[in-house]
């Protein structure tokens, strides 16, 4: 056999051992993936509960003619996790109110954390919107709904989780809750100097929750 034989035979070699390591890894990582999807698929997870539990209305002025409204919310927002085997990593959640699609307070950061199996977790933030300008028709909307005696808000929550298994843990994913918040007004209610409206909410709320 020539030196060229010999030196071919010796590259096919290397050639073949690499195309079965290649391929071994390609397994390994194939059999990974299979383990994952299959416990994903067996636990599988289930969306974080939320419930309004309480809203309080701090201050709520709205300046006719120009449309400014300033207010400060204070709420109660909890969340449990309904996972026996999976935990919640909640890596940003922030929180907000809108009237009519429209936001009316600055996003509040809400503390972030781990939520283990079957936690539960209570936030009792305040929500700030100092003179937020809204759009006539909605200005005309919020008086309407002051002189019939009620106002439907939405507390916002948004934010990113992830999920955590024994020691794997997903990547981010994004969260969204909306609360509806029922108000009733009793404007005949003294406060300060004069007749202001007064807000009653009215009962805790079950929150739709899209992960």
Partial sequence: MSKKDCGNHGEQKRHKLF?????????????????????????????????????????????????????????TLSSRNPNDHIGVYYDRIDAFVLYKGQQITAATALPPGYQGHNDVTVWSPYLYGAA????????????????????LLYVRVDGRLRWKVGTWISGHYHLQVNCPVFLTIDASN???DGPVPYFHFRQMTSCSVDV
């Fill in 19 to 75: 195309r079965r390591l290649f391929a071994a890894f390609l397994l390994l990582v194939i059999v990974a993936l299979l383990v994952v999807l299959i416990v994903w698929l067996v636990l599988r997870p289930t969306k974080p509960k939320f419930y309004l539990q309480d809203a309080s209305v701090v201050q709520f002025n709205l300046t006719s003619g120009v449309g400014l409204l300033t207010s400060v919310f204070q709420i």
């Fill in 132 to 151: 937020v300008p809204l759009a006539p028709y909605l200005a005309d909307a919020l008086s309407q709904d002051e002189n019939a005696g009620y106002i």
């Fill in 190 to 192: 003294p406060h300060g």
